[in-house]
């Protein structure tokens, strides 16, 4: 059985490829976007954390990937950014490693799954790995999960994989697709 995070990986590796732009909300230390820069034209990454960007752009450096915009700035700001996007992965928690006061906060990450919802072609995904365990992640998990509830069935359809017998508050992943015959008109 996958993990989320793999599950997340091929959700997205079902629809990414060499002709797409990609965003990682949510750079981290770089797993997603290596893994995205693998299979797409262009990635665009974000994240509002120095760290995080040497991190990716070491990664990246190893594998020989130069096809990635590393911006040091908030999700929230990928409007500014791109106009339309093949696919989306989230993150969301703290930066393992680094200063885990430093979190993904409700209001960005929600208005930045808007714009990236409202950017998504039609039959493009979004992936949201929900990391709740720390102070305030409750907040966030429950805002993402209303946000996707709230998503119309005639645009898009939102589901979830979760693990149901572990302890710890495991991290689980909302999958995001928008449909190919929705029509804005």
Known sequence: ????????????????????????????N??????????AKKVLAFDIQEQALEKTRERLKKAGLENVEL???GHEQLDAYV???KAGIFNLGYLPSADKSVITQPQTTLEALEKLCQRLV??????VMIYYGHQGGDVERDAVLDFASRLSQQEFTATIYRTLNQVNHPPFLVMLE???E???G
């Open 83 to 85: 106009k339309e996007v």
């Open 71 to 73: 911006i040091l700035t």
């Open 178 to 180: 928008k449909l190919k």
């Open 30 to 39: 770089g797993h997603d976007t290596l893994f995205l820069a693998e299979r």
């Open 122 to 127: 039609p039959g493009g995904r979004i992936a």
């Open 1 to 28: 059985m996958l993990r989320p995070l793999e599950m997340a990986h091929q959700f997205l590796a079902e629809v990414v490829t060499r002709e797409d732009l990609v965003v990682d909300a949510t750079m981290g």
């Open 182 to 184: 929705y029509n804005h």
